[in-house]
Each structure stands twice: as C-alpha cells, then as structure tokens.
C-alpha cells in the first residue's frame, strides 16, 4: 500500500499544508474582526458615557469674540460661538444684541454659556460697595465677592472687575451658576456677565469654576460706547422722503429689538447703578395691543383700573392710558398710547408708545422724550465721487 501511495504522498502532504494555512489565516481574520468589533463597542460606550471634567481642561482662543456690539471682548474656549438670545414668546422680540449677548459652548455632553447684560448703570468712587447693594437687590440669598484680576495688565489699567459666588446657587433642570462677573468699562458704566453650564458638567465644580475664572480674567474694553451725548435722534424707521425722530436728552440709551414684522425701539436712563430708573419702549408693527389688556389675558384677571390723561404727540392730541401695578414698595406707573398714520407714506404702521417707572420724575423724564416723538425729513445721500477723483477733485468728463 505504501508503495501503491508513493506518487500521491507529496501532493496529499502539501494539500493537508495548505488547509492548515488557510484555516489559521481564517482563525486570524475572525480574531481580528471580533477585537475590531468589540473595540469599537468600547469607543462608542466611552462617548455615550462621558465623564465631568471636559470643560476643566479647555484652552482659551487667541482671538476674542464681541459682545454687545462690541463693548466687551473675550476670549472663549477653542470651538466657542455667539448664539443669540430667542424671544420668549412667539409674539415677543428677540432681545437686541445691544442689552443682551451670548456666547456657548459645547464639549461631549457638557456645555457652558456665557451671558453678558448691560446694566445701563455706572458706579462712582466705591465700586465695590456699590455692586454689592446691587446684587444684593438683584439675588435672592448670599454671595462672596471678590476682586478680578485680568490677565493683561493693560486691560488691568482701564477695567475695574468683581466675581460674585452665590452661596446657594439658584438651579434648574438645565443650569447651574458657576460665576457672576460685575465689569467697571472705562466709561464707569456696568456689565454684567454670568457664566452657567449643564448638570452634566457641574460635576466638576471646581473645573468649570478654573475654565470660568479663565474667561473673565480674559476680558478687555471693546471699541464700542454707549452713546449718550443727548440730541435729537433719527429712528432710521423709513428710509423714504420722511422718518421719526426723538430728542433724548444726555445719558440716554437707545436699542433696537428686531421681530419678524414688527420692531421695537427701547430708550433707557443711564443713572448711577443702584438708583430706580424706568424704561421707554415704541412698538412699531400692524397688531399693537396695551399691555394692561394683554396683562389680564395672560394672568388670567380682570383688567386694572385705567384714568386718561391728556397728552400730545407727532403734533397730535392723545389720550394716554395710566395704571398701576404691583404694591408698597414694588408698584410701578405705566403709561401707554397709540398713534396710527405715523409717516405719510405708511397707512399701515402703528406706534404703540409704552413706559413705566416707580417713582413721578423718572415718569415725567421718560414721558417728555416720548412727547418729543416728531417726523423729520430724511436727507438724500450725497452722489459717490468718481474713484479715480482725489477728494475734493472734479473729475473732467
């Protein structure tokens, strides 16, 4: 038999080799495949599951991001952007980027938000004291205060800055305040920035308190003031043969809130930071409604007691709607009105004049700078000067 095999022996051999080659290759490929996949389960488990401390461990951008138009510079964490703020209702405005700005930022699962507000106040000689009657006005409980120290000495030169450290922090589902910064600009005036994150990051107090404390010490003055030299002020509502105006006297603010049809102009008392002020808002749109009414729509009550008072706006005679709400120390004035046919050339446009303040001067302030509300004719821009023209030069034909 041995010899009858003979031919055969040396192929059957190298064919059992090949088999046994083929089978540890395929064992090989299998073992791979499942490492691969179990690898990748582990990848994916890791992501799903992450970790607080992302935020700890960021490292700030070289270049800063502008906030409220510019009169604030920060640096952000790597990835960070601006995010504006929503309106709170359907029917509401977005606030403008002028009173109120947002900066976010996101990292795995965790996430931090910074909210810069301007006060429309300025602090004298004590600062200090100053922002802590404010905030204690401003919060409900406790907090520490302590100086902030920017990382630019030039910045140092020009900024006076306050971390606030709630005791209690107030919490939600959402958010959790980690800092609260009060920032003196060159110009005494107050910015407030606060700095909140995710649940899922405040796991790691003390890292999102050291990224927090990176990013305020990071602050510098922007370019961009307030302005407040007083004046007759162009609303810019029409860009046609006319358009409205208001004469604002000196340390008044003036915003502008865009909504999808509708806009509304704010006009705001600048005055030392802990003294009551009020505000002057003008809504222009098509579906205008007074606040007392829409009040007791929302709140599900009966509507105040209104008086009317004789007043006179766009050169018209107007009946002002008076009421009051709140009690003792919290009860504020509002007056409001409405003007339809404000420009010649708009049938349609409404002017819903609202204002409110607690005490009658501040009434009185803000219901002159309503009362000054006039039309003005809007003047043509100047033909451009041919390029090739130095100033001042006609070019010949």
């Not at 006076?160 to 005036?189: H, N």
């Not at 509708?262 to 600048?270: A, S, W």
Request: charged letters at 30%; glycine letters at 6%; aromatic letters at 8%.
């Amino acid at each position: 038999m041995a010899v009858w095999l003979g031919p055969w022996r040396h192929t059957m051999i190298r064919t059992l080799g090949e088999h046994h080659k083929r089978c540890n290759e395929e064992t090989i490929m299998k073992r791979v495949i499942v490492m691969a996949v179990l690898v990748g389960l582990l990848v994916w488990c890791g992501s799903a599951v992450v970790q607080a401390g992302e935020l700890g461990k960021q490292i700030l951008e070289a270049t800063p991001l502008k906030l409220l138009d510019g009169r604030v510079l920060v640096k952000m964490p790597m990835g960070a952007k601006k995010e504006a703020l929503g309106p709170a209702s359907i029917m509401a405005s977005a606030p403008s980027t002028q009173r109120t700005d947002r900066a976010v930022f996101k990292v795995d699962k965790e996430k931090l938000v910074l909210v810069a507000s301007e006060t429309f106040g300025t602090v004298g000689e004590d600062a200090e004291k100053e922002v802590r009657r404010y905030y204690a006005k401003a919060w409900f409980g406790e907090f520490t205060l302590t100086p902030l120290k920017f990382d630019d000495a030039a910045a140092a030169q020009k900024l006076m800055g306050f971390l606030l450290y709630p005791t209690r922090p107030p919490a939600d589902e959402e958010s959790r305040v980690v800092v609260v910064a009060a920032i003196v600009l060159p110009d005494k005036t107050v910015v407030a920035i606060d700095v909140y994150v995710n649940p899922t990051a405040y796991d790691d107090k003390d890292g999102c308190r050291k990224v927090a404390e990176a990013i305020l010490a990071s602050i510098r003055p922007g370019e961009k003031k307030l302005a407040l030299e007083g004046g007759v002020r162009r609303l810019g509502l029409s860009r046609k043969k006319k358009d409205l105006a208001v004469e604002l006297p000196a340390n008044f603010a003036m915003t502008i809130d865009r909504g999808p049809d509708f806009d509304v102009y704010r006009f705001i008392p600048v005055l030392p930071l802990n003294k009551e002020s009020g505000n002057l808002s003008i809504y222009f749109g098509m579906q205008p409604e007074y606040q007392y009414k829409q009040r007791a729509s929302e709140e599900s009550d009966k509507e105040p007691a209104v008086r009317k008072v004789d007043g006179k706006i766009l050169g018209r005679d107007v009946k002002w709607h008076v009421w009051t709400a709140g009690t003792g120390t919290e009860a504020r004035k509002f007056w409001e009105v409405m003007l339809d046919k404000i420009l010649p050339e708009d049938d349609h446009t409404i002017a819903h004049v609202f204002l409110n303040a607690a005490a009658d001067e501040a009434v009185a302030a803000l219901r002159n700078v309503a009362e000054s509300l006039k039309v003005v004719d809007v003047q043509e821009e100047p033909a451009p000067k041919p390029k090739d023209a130095p100033s001042g030069a006609v070019k010949k034909p």
